[in-house]
């Protein structure tokens, strides 16, 4: 396994655990150090841990709204601890991360493996589904995407010029 990837997955865990245990601030970094020795003892980027499990709490309010936004039928509280505690980690590396460090189709796919690994039958689809409709909406950096907003409006103004050129 990919030094990278052992360490979103140490990330998650950490998450996963922190979240389970009702967010209890004064337990992550027991947590975060019990999970790093546990599932990477040697592991040469800790710092890419810490990073990613802090930016994603620190920035924890904003991805809760997003995924609410993004998944209007599943609210926070209703969605699994383990997809729950992947998509907030794969949103953050995809809003808040380095993009010339880890591109967004990268957080997206290590995001979906996390969630086939560790989630159930149908949350790698799940995952897939709620950060593939954020990126829609972001449009991939450095590339002109109209959002799916901005699609709808110019459809309907393509449809009515549409109407007046054929006189219907």
């Given amino acids: 396994m990919a030094s990278r990837h052992l ?16 967010q209890d601030e004064s337990r992550l970094e027991s947590i975060m ?12 980027d800790a710092e890419f841990i810490q990073k ?3 930016g994603t709490i620190d920035h924890l309010k904003e991805i809760n709204a997003i995924i609410e936004k993004a998944a209007p039928e599943w609210p926070i ?6 997809d729950r505690s992947v998509l907030r980690l794969g949103l953050y590396e ?8 880890v591109p967004p189709k990268v957080a997206i796919n290590e995001a979906i493996e996390l969630a086939k ?16 409709t954020v990126y829609r909406e972001i449009g991939e950096p450095g590339k002109e995407h109209p959002t799916r907003h ?3 409006e110019n459809d309907g103004e ?8 054929s006189g219907s």
């Fill in 7 to 22: 360490a979103r997955s140490i990330a998650m865990q950490t998450l996963y655990e922190w979240d389970f245990n009702n």
């Fill in 77 to 82: 509280t209703q969605i699994a601890t383990v």
């Fill in 94 to 101: 995809l809003l808040f991360g380095n993009r010339e460090e």
């Fill in 150 to 152: 901005e699609k709808t």
């Fill in 158 to 165: 393509v449809q009515a010029e549409d109407k007046k050129l």
């Fill in 33 to 44: 150090n019990k999970n790093i020795a546990e599932f990477g003892p040697g592991l040469e």
């Fill in 117 to 132: 690994s560790f989630g159930g039958e149908a949350s790698g689809r799940f995952v897939n589904g709620v950060l593939g």
């Fill in 52 to 54: 990613l499990v802090r």
